[in-house]
Structures are given as C-alpha cells and as structure tokens.
C-alpha cells in the first residue's frame, strides 16, 4: 500500500471504470493536436531546437501519469518558464544547440530534484508564501519579456538585443530601418489572430487550426524559397533517448539558479492549477504528492533530452473539455506524438516560425493579469505596488533575478505583519457585548487601574522589542494609575526566546511600576512553551486567566 501512495497512478489504475476509457482516449487524440505546435513553439522560444519540445512533451506526460496525484493535470513546456530558461541557455550556449539543449535539461534535473526532495520532506506549504500579488507581478514580468522576445520571429529578422530594454531597443531600431519581412509578419499576425478569436472556445481547437493553416499556405505557395519566411524544417526521426546532461563546472552556479527559479514558479503555478482542478472533479490533491510528481516529470525530462515543464493552463481545460477522465489521457497525447516522429516527422517541415512566435505571443498574452490587479489596487493599494515592482524587477534585472527580487519581497511582506503588528487597547463599548479597541470605540469606558492590551501577532525575535515598547506605553497612558495590565492574548500563536527573555524582562519593568502583569485568553501550546522557558513557574498560575471576563472579575474582586 505504500506504493500505491508513492505511485497514485496505480491507484488510479486499480479503480479505473471501463466507461471512462473512450472518453480518455477521445481526450488525447484531441490534447495531441495541441500539444505539438505548443511543444515546439515553447521549446523554440527557450533557445532550443523545436524537436526537444516535442521529446519534453512526450516524456513529462508519461511520467507525470504513474507519480502525479491530479486525475487530468497537462504537464509539459510552458511559456511561462520559457524566459527563465532563455536567460540561463542564451548567454552560456554560445549559440551551439547541443549545448543549449545540455543546459536546459540539466537546469530540468535541478528543478526536478529539488521538487522531489521538497515533497519527501513535506514542504508542499512553501509556494503558499507568494502572495497572489507577488505571484502576478512576476508572471507578468514574465509574460512582458516572453512577448517583446517573439517580436524579432514575428516581424522575419533577428536581432542581439541583451535582456528587456535592449530587445525593445533593437526591435524598434530594426521595425525603423526596413528589416521587416512583411510576408512573415503577415502570416504570423494572422496565425495570432485566429488564436486570439478562437481563444475562448474550449471545444474549437484554435492553435490547431491556425497553425495547420499557416503550415498550409507557407507549403503550398512555397513562401521559404519565394518569400524567405523561415520554417521549422524536417525533424529528426525516433523517439528521445537516454542522456545525461553534462555542462561545464563555470556553468553549474547559473544552471542551479535557474533551476530553482524554475522549481518555484512550476510548483506555485501547478499547485494552484491542481488544487482548482481537484475542487472541480471532487478529489483529494496533496501538495506534496504534486511536488514529487512534478518533480518527477522534470527530472524525466532533463534525462531525456528534455528541458523544465510545468502544468499547463491552456491544454489542462482543453483536456476537461473534451472528456478527460484520468491521466490516461496524457499517456495518449503522449503515445499520438510517439506515432508522429516515428511515422510522420516531415509533417511540420514548412511550419514558419513567425506561426510558432504568435503561439507563444498568445500564451503569453494569457499571463497577463489586469482586472484581478485593478481590483487589489481599490482595495489595498500598497500590495498592487508590490505587484508592480515585481513585474519591473523581472523585466528590468531579467528572469532569476526578478524572481530572487520576488521571494525576498515575499519574505518582507510575510515579516512585516508580525514584525510590525496591530495593538491595541480595550474598552467595554456600550451597547457591544465583550471588549473592543479604544480607537474604534472612542466611547468605551476603561476599568479604573486595569490596562486590557491585545497584541495582534506571534511574539518573536523581530518584534519582541516593539511588543515591550508598547506595553510600557499603554501602561503610562493609562487615565488612571495602572494597577494590573493584562495581555489578552488569543491572537499569540508562538513565542520564541528571544521573545520569552522580553517577558521577563518586561515583568520587572512593570513591577518597578507598581504594575501586575498578567495573561489572558492564552492558547495551552503557548502556555507549554513558557514552561519549557522556566516563565510560567516564575509568573504563576494565577497570572493566567481563560477569558477577558474572568481576569476582569478577578481585578474587580481584590481592587
């Protein structure tokens, strides 16, 4: 049974309906004529040959199917790890495909590695740490440069642009001094037009069509030779083999950057997608089980002559909407990708890149969140602005950059409430049952001699000082001479040393002051710390009441 766990498409197997079988297989057939114009553009954006998107297709699918916990997730090459990649493989390949293709997939066994290791220690919890602001904010740094870097493709020329501003640079200088194959942009602009109308359809298969027609025209009015639109040419025959991905000892700190870069943005996207996925079909997901899952599939992939893969936004609903039951889906996609290299790889020859450039384009243009980041701007102005620094760091300082940009403006944000909490000061509010802040209820009355403080946060080490600086503040503001303050603290979830070794020393300022200070309301984990600290023996039973009420009444009985 342990196996089973580890591998849930066993499970699945084991209680797989025959009903469900033609649906699955409907499913594929369908997923597969998404799959290879998605492959091939993703991996051609990452700096790669478009045969490598094809083999990080079929492989991840595979994998993902027998260690993945999600019934109809779609993994593979996404756009929005395209940049990442580009960033790590354009600047070290020296424009050599082998090695661009070694990097990438050694940067897919980082990532995959790194997943896996993360899930067996449970710590599935750690992309819930990005704020949906944040998360915005760097995928639409990410989907800025993804779209500015297809612009060269889609217009026919080709430029040495360096990060985001020198891309915009020497397109705009190339679009102003004639290099433009109008031709190419014509056949792009169109393909991207057909995606964008066809977009909303779950059941019309909008890249499908737009790039078998593109393929179409460029083929039969032989525009590569008359016209000079690039194409994707033949692509070797048979299927990915087994190969480590060996790089250079200068390129192993930038490929392990990468690859965590990556391993972060796949999991927080694939979580997301699973868990909205799970709710829908009304099963369980574990986050943790979908780590190793996908780190599975990543590690797949980089030992397959693959690169990074995440779940997909796009082809996950086109999976649902046509009939998806399980993973057996993708294995079909998987196996339909299998037939075309082996039996048909010439098919896609007079695929024109300007066609693969609008695929991406448009996923990129699906990255982009405008309305949701509106709706944070009314209502919490200041985390729209971590939202925008965000994109500008990825856009500005190029992909891992940008993102290293992301997590520490996380971990700030995160700190922030606790290291600089709400306090306040309670009252008894006519006519409102219980005791409320001050400020809020200007009319609450105050108990003579009796300070109630509530302290909005864990005590720790960062804010310990502040939470002892306003404590001896409320206690000389009091309107009467302070007698007893008590911390109501329901809302103190941990204290830690540095914290305790405050208390301590805050029971004998108050003392010096005349003052008691006692505790209310305060969780039993809590109350099992201090007595680990040798505090609660020191301030004593007595010190610590159930509610607010019952330390008011002990206050009233002995004043």
Same mark, same amino acid.
């Given at each position: 049974?342990?196996?089973?766990?580890?591998?849930?498409?066993?499970?699945?197997?084991?209680?797989?309906?025959?009903?469900?079988?033609?649906?699955?297989?409907?499913?594929?057939?369908?997923?597969?004529?998404?799959?290879?114009?998605?492959?091939?553009?993703?991996?051609?954006?990452?700096?790669?040959?478009?045969?490598?998107?094809?083999?990080?297709?079929?492989?991840?699918?595979?994998?993902?199917?027998?260690?993945?916990?999600?019934?109809?997730?779609?993994?593979?090459?996404?756009?929005?790890?395209?940049?990442?990649?580009?960033?790590?493989?354009?600047?070290?390949?020296?424009?050599?495909?082998?090695?661009?293709?070694?990097?990438?997939?050694?940067?897919?066994?980082?990532?995959?590695?790194?997943?896996?290791?993360?899930?067996?220690?449970?710590?599935?919890?750690?992309?819930?740490?990005?704020?949906?602001?944040?998360?915005?904010?760097?995928?639409?740094?990410?989907?800025?440069?993804?779209?500015?870097?297809?612009?060269?493709?889609?217009?026919?020329?080709?430029?040495?642009?360096?990060?985001?501003?020198?891309?915009?640079?020497?397109?705009?200088?190339?679009?102003?001094?004639?290099?433009?194959?109008?031709?190419?942009?014509?056949?792009?602009?169109?393909?991207?037009?057909?995606?964008?109308?066809?977009?909303?359809?779950?059941?019309?298969?909008?890249?499908?069509?737009?790039?078998?027609?593109?393929?179409?025209?460029?083929?039969?009015?032989? %525009?590569? @030779?008359? !016209?000079?639109? &690039? #194409?994707?040419?033949?692509?070797?025959? +048979? =299927?990915?083999?087994? *190969?480590?991905?060996?790089?250079?000892?200068?390129?192993?700190?930038?490929?392990?950057?990468?690859?965590?870069?990556?391993?972060?943005?796949?999991?927080?996207?694939?979580?997301?997608?699973?868990?909205?996925?799970?709710?829908?079909?009304?099963?369980?997901?574990?986050?943790?089980?979908?780590?190793?899952?996908?780190?599975?599939?990543?590690?797949?992939?980089?030992?397959?002559?693959?690169?990074?893969?995440?779940?997909?936004?796009?082809?996950?609903?086109?999976?649902?909407?046509?009939?998806?039951?399980?993973?057996?889906?993708?294995?079909?996609?998987?196996?339909?990708?299998?037939?075309?290299?082996?039996?048909?790889?010439?098919?896609?020859?007079? %695929?024109? @890149?300007? !066609?693969?450039? &609008? #695929?991406?384009?448009?996923?990129?243009? +699906? =990255?982009?969140?405008? *309305?949701?980041?509106?709706?944070?701007?009314?209502?919490?102005?200041?985390?729209?602005?971590?939202?925008?620094?965000?994109?500008?760091?990825?856009?500005?300082?190029?992909?891992?950059?940008?993102?290293?940009?992301?997590?520490?403006?996380?971990?700030?944000?995160?700190?922030?409430?606790?290291?600089?909490?709400?306090?306040?000061?309670?009252?008894?509010?006519?006519?409102?049952?219980?005791?409320?802040?001050?400020?809020?209820?200007?009319?609450?009355?105050?108990?003579?001699?009796?300070?109630?403080?509530?302290?909005?946060?864990?005590?720790?080490?960062?804010?310990?000082?502040?939470?002892?600086?306003?404590?001896?503040?409320?206690?000389?503001?009091?309107?009467?001479?302070?007698?007893?303050?008590? #911390?109501?603290?329901?809302?103190?979830?941990?204290?830690?040393?540095? *914290?305790?070794?405050?208390?301590?020393?805050?029971?004998?300022?108050?003392?010096?002051?005349?003052?008691?200070?006692?505790?209310?309301?305060?969780?039993?984990?809590?109350?099992?710390?201090?007595?680990?600290?040798?505090?609660?023996?020191?301030?004593?039973?007595?010190?610590?009441?159930?509610?607010?009420?019952?330390?008011?009444?002990?206050?009233?009985?002995?004043?």
């Amino acid at each position: 049974m342990s196996w089973i766990g580890a591998l849930p498409g066993l499970n699945t197997l084991r209680r797989y309906e025959a009903a469900w079988i033609r649906h699955d297989i409907v499913a594929g057939l369908v997923l597969a004529t998404m799959l290879v114009p998605t492959g091939i553009a993703y991996a051609v954006a990452s700096g790669l040959p478009g045969i490598n998107g094809l083999y990080a297709t079929i492989v991840p699918l595979l994998v993902y199917a027998l260690f993945g916990p999600s019934r109809i997730l779609v993994l593979g090459p996404d756009s929005s790890l395209a940049a990442i990649i580009l960033a790590v493989v354009l600047p070290l390949s020296g424009g050599d495909p082998q090695r661009a293709v070694n990097l990438a997939a050694a940067m897919a066994v980082v990532s995959g590695l790194v997943c896996i290791l993360a899930g067996a220690a449970r710590l599935g919890f750690v992309t819930e740490l990005l704020s949906k602001p944040i998360r915005y904010g760097y995928m639409n740094g990410i989907a800025l440069a993804v779209l500015i870097s297809q612009f060269p493709k889609l217009f026919g020329f080709s430029i040495d642009g360096d990060g985001l501003l020198g891309n915009i640079w020497d397109t705009g200088e190339a679009i102003l001094s004639g290099r433009v194959n109008w031709t190419t942009f014509a056949v792009g602009a169109s393909t991207l037009a057909v995606i964008l109308l066809l977009r909303r359809s779950k059941r019309v298969p909008g890249i499908l069509i737009a790039v078998v027609g593109a393929t179409v025209i460029v083929g039969a009015l032989d %525009l590569a @030779s008359r !016209a000079g639109v &690039a #194409v994707l040419g033949p692509l070797p025959r +048979g =299927l990915p083999a087994f *190969a480590v991905p060996w790089i250079a000892t200068t390129d192993i700190v930038q490929v392990v950057l990468g690859g965590l870069a990556v391993a972060l943005v796949s999991f927080a996207d694939t979580s997301v997608l699973s868990r909205t996925y799970a709710a829908r079909t009304r099963t369980h997901v574990d986050a943790n089980q979908e780590m190793v899952g996908l780190g599975a599939a990543n590690l797949a992939a980089g030992l397959f002559q693959g690169f990074p893969v995440s779940s997909s936004s796009s082809r996950t609903p086109v999976a649902e909407a046509a009939g998806a039951q399980t993973q057996l889906t993708g294995i079909v996609g998987a196996l339909a990708l299998v037939l075309l290299l082996l039996a048909a790889p010439n098919l896609l020859e007079h %695929l024109p @890149s300007s !066609a693969l450039a &609008a #695929v991406v384009i448009a996923a990129a243009i +699906g =990255l982009i969140e405008v *309305a949701d980041l509106l709706r944070i701007y009314r209502i919490q102005a200041w985390e729209f602005w971590l939202s925008v620094i965000c994109s500008v760091g990825v856009a500005v300082l190029g992909a891992i950059p940008g993102i290293g940009l992301a997590v520490v403006i996380a971990v700030i944000e995160f700190l922030w409430d606790g290291w600089r909490p709400h306090s306040a000061i309670l009252g008894r509010a006519e006519g409102v049952e219980g005791f409320h802040d001050i400020t809020r209820y200007p009319d609450a009355e105050q108990i003579a001699g009796l300070v109630l403080f509530r302290w909005d946060a864990p005590l720790f080490f960062a804010n310990a000082e502040l939470f002892k600086a306003r404590v001896l503040e409320a206690a000389a503001a009091s309107p009467t001479p302070a007698r007893w303050l008590v #911390v109501t603290a329901e809302p103190v979830t941990s204290v830690d040393v540095t *914290a305790a070794d405050m208390l301590d020393e805050l029971d004998g300022d108050l003392k010096n002051m005349g003052v008691e200070l006692c505790f209310a309301e305060m969780k039993d984990p809590v109350k099992d710390k201090l007595r680990r600290f040798g505090l609660f023996p020191q301030f004593g039973e007595s010190r610590f009441f159930p509610t607010i009420d019952s330390a008011v009444r002990k206050y009233l009985n002995i004043s």
